[in-house]
């Protein structure tokens, strides 16, 4: 079985203060992680994922995660963030062999001017 | 342009009467997905399936039915729609199991 555990509901930080999300998962076997953010009244996108090789990854607006097996964690970090990122952010784990894809309760992060 | 689209966007119905949401996707993608999402409870997979005539249940498969007669479609079929079936639901495709998804604009679903 695998689960995701987002402990924090709402995050609210001020613009251009730095944050993180926290990701903590279950899993016996090797996973794929994925952040994934939902701006308002729209789907989700992919944000970000570890799949294997190196255990930081990056996006393109600046936010990084990194795997880390032994805490099983996957935290999504962003040094400075920008109104626009005030958005929904969820995490999401398939373990290597197993179909489902199991998602986080999700994240809402608030910037605040 | 590659899209998942799902019809339609919002849709308001009463107990009992059966819809059936659709979801295409154009991008030749062997897995599709569907997913409820409820506030507190994220999103939660409904069934998803890893090729034409292969489906399976995810986490809450209860009240729902699904077919994958082609590759680019998967419906979801509601036969008697409740109350506790009032959400908002996604279809996503990815091109295989281990790959990132791709999202519909999502269906807004009320039933009284």
């Known amino acids: 079985a695998q689960s995701v555990t987002q402990l924090d509901s709402q995050v609210p930080v001020f613009e251009e203060a730095p944050v993180e999300l926290r990701c903590n998962y279950s899993?016996?076997?090797?996973?794929?992680l994925f952040w994934y953010v939902q701006y308002p009244n729209q789907g989700l996108q992919l944000l970000l994922k570890y799949l294997s090789g190196s255990t930081l990854v990056k996006s393109i607006n600046g936010f990084e995660a990194e795997f880390n097996k032994s805490q099983t964690s996957f935290h999504l970090r962003k040094p400075s963030v920008h109104i626009s990122d005030t958005a929904e952010y969820f995490c999401a784990v398939r373990s290597g062999g197993y179909q489902k894809v199991t998602f986080g309760t999700g994240t809402k992060l608030q910037v605040i001017p | 342009e590659a899209q998942v689209t799902q019809n339609p966007r919002y849709l308001i119905t009463v107990t009992g009467k059966k819809l059936t949401v659709t979801c295409s996707q154009n991008m030749n993608h062997e897995y599709m997905s569907w997913y409820r999402q409820d506030p507190g409870l994220g999103l939660r997979q409904i069934y998803y399936s890893m090729n034409v005539e292969v489906t399976d249940k995810g986490d809450v498969p209860e009240g729902y039915k699904v077919s994958r007669k082609e590759k680019r479609n998967f419906p979801l079929i509601l036969e008697s729609p409740s109350p506790n079936q009032t959400s908002l639901y996604f279809c996503a495709s990815s091109l295989n199991r281990g790959d990132e998804q791709f999202f519909g604009p999502g269906t807004r679903l009320t039933v009284l």
């Open positions: 899993s016996s076997v090797s996973v794929y």
